[in-house]
């Protein structure tokens, strides 16, 4: 069984008393306390050195956490119309798409990696099923051959919410055609239900997302994108606080594992 633990001390959202709402979706270098002009080159090698010096059995990364932008579903927030699929103006379940706002909030998280140069860049992207997820994940980064790998436990907290159902596999893969699907999942929903997930088991399913991506990914920079559910799952996972990031916002964690 593998123990996770969040590494505080390089992010401004590392601090408990942290406010998601004054530090905004998208601070000014992800939100790195150090502004020196080799900031990222000094983060890589403080990050690696935990690496060099660990005991066996012992791994680092450093995660960037991105949820998706504005989708139809956060137009439509009250209870009522969540378990709706649309109010005949506006549709919104199953698997909704981004909103022209959501769109525009994921292209300004790619013009921030654009901006942050130095910062190395994930050579695998991890995300959700979600068509939110995979859209803000294409804004953000780009169709530049890198490989996308889809996990079904990187979807949000399902259930009750016709938002949360996923498109049936063969849609999704017509409509993101490049993407690689993990072994196994199958072509219906068959998680979700009318009950909604219990926030144990979102947990359960993030701790399962950090085993499969800390177990098959050798590189020390890792991107997930996916919902604001599923990172405050992956946050309890590595016991850290409940964050509030807002829609297309990216929060980047540094994560120790010992097996």
């Known amino acids: 069984m593998s123990v996770y633990k969040s590494v505080p001390g390089f992010f401004l959202q590392d601090s408990p008393t942290a406010d998601p709402a004054l530090i905004g979706p998208l601070p000014a ?22 690496n060099d010096d660990a005991e066996e059995g012992t791994a680092y990364k450093a995660l960037w956490l991105g949820r998706h932008g504005e989708g139809w579903h956060n137009v439509a927030e009250a209870n009522h119309w969540s378990k709706l699929n649309g109010d005949g103006e506006i549709t919104w379940g199953p698997d909704p798409e981004l909103t022209p706002l959501g769109h525009t909030q994921a292209r300004a998280a790619s013009a921030l990696f654009s901006t942050e140069t130095s910062l190395p860049l994930p050579a695998t992207l991890y995300a959700s099923p979600m068509t939110r997820a995979l859209q803000t994940l294409y804004d953000t980064f780009g169709h530049d051959g890198r490989k996308v790998y889809v996990m079904e ?41 009318d009950e909604r997930e219990a926030e144990a088991h979102v947990t359960e399913r993030a701790r399962a997302v950090l085993d499969t991506i800390f177990d ?32 297309g916002g990216v929060l980047p964690v540094v994560v120790k594992r010992t097996t």
């Open 216 to 247: 098959m990914d050798d590189s020390w920079i890792i991107s997930i994108t996916s919902h604001s559910g599923l990172i405050n799952g992956l946050l309890r996972a590595i016991g850290r606080e409940r964050y509030s990031l807002p829609t």
């Open 153 to 193: 436990n990187a979807r949000e907290h399902y259930g009750e919410h016709t938002c949360d159902k996923r498109l049936p596999l063969t849609l999704i893969k017509d409509k993101f055609p490049d993407v690689v699907f993990e072994d196994g999942m199958t072509e219906q929903d068959e998680l979700w239900t």
């Open 29 to 50: 270098r992800f939100g790195l306390i150090d502004d020196s002009a080799d900031r990222w080159a000094t983060f890589e090698k403080a990050v690696k050195a935990l």
